[in-house]
RNA sequence: GCGGGCGUGGCGGAACUGGUAGACGCACCGGACUUAAAAUCCGUAGGGCCGCAAGGCCCGUGCCGGUUCGACUCCGGCCGCCCGCACCA
């Protein structure tokens, strides 16, 4: 886009300190920056303004990139590429032939998802609510030739697999898992049961959860896009009904309403288990033609949607599985379908089993009679990867009148885009190019077209990881560098991605490492979803959105109000949102970073919520981290420069030395665990702590103390505020750059204090303290804590039943 | 509808495997410094009640109930909010 927002000094803040923490720790650490560049904004851009995509995208990398490197990120900046890079993008394209040779790539005419807006197929896990997931435009299906990557090979990996990612969210492997979807039944085949429609006579194909219901059967389903729905289109009053189906849009609000409909087609088809049954085949608007074979046997009885249609259609209902307690005489379903556990009836040879058993024995009958068998079937669909683009990774392959398609051999590499594309208006600028796409065929040598479609950015984005480990090489991954670094230990991105490119890239990774490319057959080990910046919203009373700057808020106790810093008009003081343009709810990291610095803006950004957690920005928030910035340096400031005084015993020093290795302890244990504002708020007490020991006046002991206090803060402070702890080191004559400086030990023994404040409770309720000392025994304490007087007092009149003595925790006496 | 998550002061949040609820920050209030303001520093602070005061008592982590010596934490049932998927056979 061009320019840094708060997400990405959020996204990169953290990240940023997981690498400094394990570099400090002693880790080597790989912590990469690259340009996911190609795609639509650059030809926008282009298209409005007249630039060059090109030119606009690398002038845009290079303001980013200052940006980046001001925020003070520990980048590997030797390992920068972006994917609009031809020796990035040549090399995608020499991965792509391969996986085309073990046949992952294929072309077929498909019903695909068209955006009118940015004229460009969308693959299905880009379209949301029916709209483009970029564009927000309603999409409108199209049939097209595309090219898919065959990932639904590696559904049953893809979704097996996730088990073993046990450092990702739950509720991303859960997403995965549902958008993989797989379920288990059985496919058969309907035999028709007068003369079959010409190209059927093998039967009608169908898919279902539920064999086990197959008595319960009163009808047969199509989709209204089904090729035998299609074929009976020839007779209008079909063609009408198909055509009233598909005026029904995919959003969430028609397919709540949609009402079913239905239309008998006059055909018959025979049960599988009793030739003498007819069942009618329906066309109906609720059967989706992508899901198992387009088609559906009804059972009215124990699915919802079967009984809806039913109903309006009067189809029989009959019950076949009986709810456990019910009279099987007496059991009817009227209005809603039962899908709970139960004995199998009215189903002959099914009769008396359990549903589990009764799947199992009808699959096996369907299977003895040659009609069917068991089947898994996916929701996942194959990955539309062509984009009718321009700007975008071009796809290897020729066009030949006489060889057809024909992939390049990999001497062809890279397939360059030209330098002078078209942009000024709509559509693909690639396939209009006057000469580009002149070429000859490999095979045959005669005249060919090259291909005009790009792939997909997330094919971009699938494989860079890999690329990163070793940037020069010449092949597209270079096997022993991706041996050493991957899988990624740590990606840090938000929950956008849960089912684009998360899946994207842990097929193509699992792909290439069929490929023999690749050891590793999960890209990233840990994943960390974090939250959004958001900022309240300001209005005029006339409702127009006013920006923070214009906005000056007052405090009058507990409630808060605001005014219009230029006109004094009071504004109305909105909720808390996500920060968009569209709200005016922004503040720019470069404003940010001129009042406040770099490392009051990345403090802030860490420490207000959990970094799982939505943050809420606000001016007097990021005011604080600044604060305390200055007054870490005051303290650093006020210590006499030089080595630390010889130490000798004091117990003011002690207490200091004590509370250095507590937060040590503290503040590693929250960087560990993702914890960085409970981290943070470590490192907030311990500097009012140490405000109990000034350097002014300080005894020997303390000043040593204070020393060692210093020098662990230095290094406790620099993966968050890195310029700050720089100076501060500095300042204290640590030894290099805090940067290389090692992680802190503790000493676990003094991080303990040898006098512990013990509650005591009667009856569950805090009634008063005792010290003793760590560690003391519950019998020892027991009777320190009876013999207290002020305990004693709240005894009075009472008999003590019980004593219990949590060690170092608590006492709580139970009396009555 | 299905799946998942979350409810703690005025606000963001803390409380490791049940053990002093409200750390830390913001805001607020009071004080010091200043001619004044800003900045800075110091301090009070969950709610209610009693007391001149020291102090004391009661209530309190969405609601109701349970387990336990002890529950923000575990169990059951509600209510509310948020997110993902959605006619998936």
Request: charged letters at 25%; glycine letters at 8%; a negative charge.
């Amino acid at each position: 886009s061009g320019r840094l927002h708060m997400g990405h000094v959020r996204n990169y803040s953290l990240g940023d300190v997981v690498a400094r923490f394990k570099r400090a720790r002693g880790f080597n650490v790989l912590h990469p920056m690259g340009w996911d560049a190609f795609g639509l904004p650059a030809e926008n851009a282009a298209m409005e303004r007249g630039v060059d995509p090109r030119g606009w995208t690398y002038d845009n990398i290079a303001r980013m990139r200052s940006e980046l490197k001001e925020l003070g990120l520990s980048i590997d900046w030797s390992r920068e590429f972006a994917t609009c890079d031809v020796e990035y993008y040549g090399k995608q394209q020499a991965w792509f032939l391969d996986l085309m040779k073990t046949g992952l790539v294929y072309r077929r005419e498909s019903t695909v998802n068209w955006d009118p807006v940015d004229q460009t197929v969308l693959a299905i896990e880009q379209v949301v609510d029916g709209r483009g997931w970029r564009s927000g435009a309603v999409v409108e299906k199209r049939k097209l030739n595309q090219w898919f990557l065959r990932i639904t090979d590696y559904a049953d990996q893809l979704l097996d697999d996730l088990s073993t990612l046990d450092r990702w969210p739950d509720k991303v492997r859960l997403m995965q898992e549902n958008w993989i979807g797989r379920s288990k039944g059985a496919r058969f085949s309907f035999q028709f049961s007068g003369a079959a429609p010409a190209g059927h006579e093998a039967g009608l194909p169908v898919y279902t959860t539920r064999p086990d219901t197959l008595y319960g059967a009163s009808f047969v389903g199509i989709a209204p896009d089904h090729p035998l729905a299609e074929q009976l289109a020839s007779d209008p009053r079909v063609a009408a009904f198909i055509a009233e189906c598909r005026k029904g849009g995919a959003s969430e609000a028609e397919i709540e309403t949609a009402e079913k409909i239905g239309f008998d087609t006059g055909l018959t088809v025979t049960h599988p288990f009793d030739p003498d049954w007819k069942l009618p085949v329906w066309i109906a608007n609720f059967i989706l033609m992508d899901y198992g074979t387009g088609a559906i046997f009804g059972c009215p009885a124990h699915d919802q949607r079967d009984l809806d249609f039913a109903n309006k259609y009067k189809l029989p209902v009959k019950p076949v599985v009986l709810p456990p307690g019910e009279d099987p005489a007496a059991f009817t379903v009227s209005a809603e379908a039962y899908v709970g556990p139960g004995t199998i009836f009215n189903s002959q040879f099914l009769n008396g089993l359990e549903i589990e058993p009764a799947k199992l024995a009808a699959i096996e009958r369907l299977e003895s009679q040659g009609q069917g068998e068991g089947a898994t079937v996916f929701r996942l669909r194959d990955w539309g990867v062509a984009r009718q683009r321009g700007w975008g990774c071009p796809i290897p392959v020729v066009h030949c009148a006489k060889c057809g398609v024909v992939a390049l051999p990999k001497s062809a590499l890279p397939v360059k885009l030209p330098d002078d594309m078209d942009f000024s208006k709509p559509g693909n600028a690639l396939a209009r190019h006057p000469t580009w796409k002149d070429t000859t065929c490999p095979d045959c040598g005669g005249a060919a077209t090259r291909e005009t479609d790009t792939l997909d950015t997330f094919v971009d984005s699938s494989w860079y990881f890999a690329r990163f480990t070793d940037t020069a090489a010449d092949a597209p991954i270079d096997k022993a560098a991706a041996d050493y670094w991957l899988p990624v230990d740590q990606y840090v991105g938000g929950i956008e991605h849960a089912v684009l490119h998360l899946l994207y890239a842990r097929f193509v990774t699992k792909a290439l490492a069929d490929q023999g490319v690749l050891s590793v057959r999960e890209p990233f080990a840990g994943l960390f979803t974090q939250g959004m910046v958001t900022h309240e919203t300001y209005r005029r009373q006339n409702g127009e959105w006013i920006e923070p700057r214009s906005v000056e808020i007052t405090a009058d106790g507990n409630n808060r109000r605001g005014v219009l810093i230029e006109t004094g008009e009071q504004i109305v003081i909105g909720d808390v949102e996500k920060m968009a343009k569209s709200k005016k709810n922004t503040v720019t990291p470069d404003e940010i970073f001129d009042v406040y610095g770099v490392d009051a803006a990345r403090l802030f950004v860490l420490s207000d919520s959990p970094p799982e957690r939505d943050t809420q920005w606000s001016a007097s928030g990021v005011e604080g981290a600044w604060r305390f910035v200055n007054r870490v340096w005051n303290e650093f400031d006020s210590q006499p420069p030089g080595p630390a005084p010889a130490a000798s015993a004091d117990p003011k020093a002690d207490e200091l030395r004590a509370f250095t290795h507590r937060t040590i302890k503290g503040v590693t244990d929250a960087v560990e665990s993702f914890r960085f504002n409970s981290g943070i708020a470590r490192m907030y007490e311990f500097l009012n702590k140490l405000k109990e020991f000034p350097a002014e006046g300080a005894t020997a002991p303390v000043l040593a103390a204070r020393h060692e206090a210093l020098s662990a803060f230095a290094r406790l402070i620099s993966p968050f505020t890195p310029h700050l702890a720089e100076e501060a080191w500095a300042r204290i004559g640590g030894e290099g750059m805090v940067v290389s400086a090692p992680w802190p030990d503790f000493d676990p023994a003094l991080t303990q204090d040898a006098v512990r404040i013990l509650p005591v409770q009667v009856n569950g309720k805090r009634r008063g303290e005792i010290s003793v000392a760590a560690g003391a025994e519950p019998a020892d304490v027991e009777k320190i804590v009876l013999d207290d007087p002020e305990i004693a007092r709240r005894l009075e009149g009472l008999t003590i039943r019980k004593v219990i003595v949590v060690k170092d925790r608590i006492v709580n006496i139970v009396a009555g």
